[in-house]
Antibody, heavy 121, light 108 residues
């Protein structure tokens, strides 16, 4: 079981780019897929996208035009960039491991604690 | 996109009683369904995958059933630590991976 920790600014201005990093510890980032999921205050979960350590990605079509997920294997980190944000992007952002084809199916067994990002001027 | 619908939105149950939560998919997801538990201020925790297999360390009072479009999570005898929000997630057709809107299990 790996540990994940999100980091990044808690406040972003409208129209700017939200940037977050997830640091993986207790295991190699090269051993799995990694995902970002968000949760607006008081609402449900929305999958943003995933990345494999090789750099291959897949994004939620609803966010695809604004999302970039990247990986830095040397730092055991992966990152999220969401451009042109609006107040609707205010949410707790979680990073998580993802296990397509694994024993648990394409689920999210390990999660970071989450970080609240508020979009406001 | 597969839409996951959970019911009820809120379930009021007394400790020791059984809780039954439902999740419906807009099209068949076979058995490619998971359940998560989320407590206030915490990240979700994987409870069930493959519709009915408990995750690591998950107590036996949690059980999942169903296939296709209709799924159920049952908590046989609610403990105080089980009061939380529960989400289902399908992983049969993606992108996108999709979650239900959640069921809050509260103390009656």
């Amino acid at each position: 079981q790996v540990q994940l920790q999100e980091s990044g600014p808690g406040l972003v201005k409208p129209s700017e780019t939200l940037s977050l990093t997830c640091t993986v510890s207790g295991g190699s980032i090269s051993s799995n897929f990694w995902s970002w999921i968000r949760q607006p205050p008081g609402k449900g979960l929305e999958w943003i996208g995933y990345i494999y350590y090789s750099g291959s990605t897949n994004y939620n079509p609803s966010l695809k035009s604004r999302v970039t997920i990247s990986v830095d294997t040397s730092k055991n980190q992966f990152s999220l960039k969401l451009s042109s944000v609006t107040p609707a992007d205010t949410a707790v952002y979680y990073c998580a491991s993802w296990t397509p084809g694994g024993v648990t199916g394409a689920t999210f067994p390990d999660w970071g604690q989450g970080t609240l990002v508020t979009v406001s001027s | 996109e597969i839409v996951m619908t959970q019911s009820p939105a809120t379930l009021s149950v007394s400790p020791g009683e059984r809780a039954t939560l439902s999740c419906r998919a807009s099209q068949s997801v076979r058995s490619n369904l998971a359940w998560y538990q989320q407590k206030p201020g915490q990240a979700p925790r994987l409870l069930i995958y493959g519709a009915s297999t408990r995750g690591t360390g998950i107590p036996a009072r949690f059980s999942g059933s169903g296939s296709g479009t209709e799924f159920t999570l049952t908590i046989s005898s609610l403990q105080s630590e089980d009061f939380a929000v529960y989400y289902c997630q399908q992983y049969n057709n993606w992108p996108p991976l999709t979650f239900g809107g959640g069921t809050k299990v509260e103390i009656k």
